[in-house]
């Protein structure tokens, strides 16, 4: 019969088996998570690279037969990638930083002030969130159009722009991020007779840097991924940003398949650049934004 010391023994070795069991498990599943999300943009890599061979051959192939970056001089024969891209920088830049600034002016009354009708106010904004973003087109459109956007360059931009500075969910996250800061820090503020605006830029801001960061990030690819407000608004072909672009590329190309891949290569790199930067503050960011 076995002693209470070895009782515990075994039950431990037990629980240390479950564990690696249970973590074994789990990595499988992100592993294979992992697989299937990144395979598509190796494809796509693989495709632009490649020159001859088949391209849906099965079993499928990674490794490009006679690589080569003939695909990626042929995008740039065709498209003014740098016009466009620098279009794509201009209007990410400005969108991002308006958008946060709105963003985070906009929760701070629905997190830290107290008012009639606040939770009615917020949770009227989450019921938009159902709604498809081509729901808003004709609106949109309508306004920008009264509004004499559309006819100059300076207003073509501020057309594409403008329409993302309401985003409801920019204004979520820095409502939950707002949320996790301790309310005695803004009472003592406010004895020491600091206003709100004071509050907001010198206590509010600093202690959400991180869902700032993180906000900033997904706003960012999503003014580098938009493509059909632009399309629609913009007049002038030389003021599409890179996404509006890449209709064009894939018009020109009809069904070459590796031209097109080589631009969708072209769009991604940027993504990828900012993400492998800045991925410790998203992380952060998402995460204070859910404890929130």
Not at 106 to 114: C, E, F, Q, R, V
Not at 158 to 167: D, E, N, R, T, Y
């Amino acid at each position: 019969m076995l002693s209470s010391v070895d009782q515990a023994k075994e039950l431990k070795r037990k629980r240390q088996f479950n564990k690696r069991l249970e973590n074994l498990g789990v990595y499988t599943i992100l592993i294979l998570v992992a697989i299937l999300s990144i395979y598509p943009f190796l494809w796509t890599l693989r495709t632009s690279l490649s020159t001859s061979g088949g391209i849906f051959e099965f079993p499928p192939s990674l490794i490009p037969n006679e690589a080569s970056l003939k695909n990626f001089i042929t995008v740039t024969e065709i498209v003014p990638i740098l016009r466009q891209a620098l279009n794509s920088l201009i209007i990410c830049f400005f969108g991002v930083v308006g958008a946060i600034i709105v963003a985070a002016l906009g929760a701070y009354p629905l997190a830290k002030m107290k008012f009639f009708g606040r939770d009615m106010i917020f949770y009227a904004l989450i019921a938009t969130l159902v709604l498809p973003n081509e729901a808003g087109l004709i609106v949109n459109f309508i306004t920008v159009s009264r509004l004499n956007l559309l006819a100059s360059e300076v207003g073509q931009f501020a057309a594409v722009i403008l329409p993302a500075f309401g985003s409801v969910a920019n204004v979520f996250l820095m409502r939950q991020a707002y949320l996790g800061i301790p309310a005695e820090l803004l009472e003592a503020s406010r004895i020491d007779g600091a206003s709100e605006l004071r509050i907001w830029w010198s206590i509010m801001l600093p202690l959400t840097m991180p869902t700032i960061a993180a906000v900033s990030i997904l706003q960012f690819v999503a003014f580098w991924n938009s493509f059909l407000w632009a399309f629609i608004v913009m007049r002038d072909r030389n003021l599409y940003p890179l996404s509006a672009g890449m209709l064009d590329l894939s018009g020109a190309f009809a069904t070459n398949t590796r031209a097109i891949s080589a631009g969708a290569v072209i769009m991604m790199i940027p993504i990828l650049i900012v993400f492998l930067f800045f991925q410790r503050y998203f992380m952060r960011g998402l995460e204070g934004a859910v404890k929130g």
